[in-house]
Nanobody, 122 residues
């Protein structure tokens, strides 16, 4: 069982930055691929980024590539999402998730955090 807790969300102006963190419980964090997803008001949950268990490979949604960076620190059981040049359309609840394989499909992830709100004002 893995428990995930996100933090770092907040209100920021367009063009600003935030760094989300997701801390995992348990001793097996380093064996899991990690993903970030988001759900905007009135929209379906969507993939944002993912990283392999070792951190060697990453994947991004096209609209965030070049602005967002995913990373992880297995010694701290933590995955990060650095978000730069934020836009109003990035406003959403952001969730981290743990799974066995890197994927953009939410069904591939077994464990989910409770989410953290990111609001970008124009």
């Amino acid at each position: 069982q893995v428990q995930l807790v996100e933090s770092g969300g907040g209100l920021v102006q367009a063009g600003g930055s935030l760094r989300l963190s997701c801390v995992a419980s348990g001793r097996t964090f380093s064996s899991y691929a990690m993903g970030w997803f988001r759900r905007a008001p009135g929209k379906e949950r969507e993939f944002v980024s993912a990283i392999t268990s070792s951190g060697a490979l990453t994947s991004y949604k096209d609209s965030v590539r070049g602005r967002f960076t995913i990373s992880r620190d297995n010694a701290k059981n933590t995955v990060y999402l650095q978000m730069n040049n934020l836009k109003p359309e990035d406003t959403a609840v952001y969730y981290c998730a743990a799974g066995r394989l890197v994927s953009s499909r939410s069904q591939e992830y077994n464990y989910w955090g409770q989410g953290t709100q990111v609001t970008v004002s124009s």
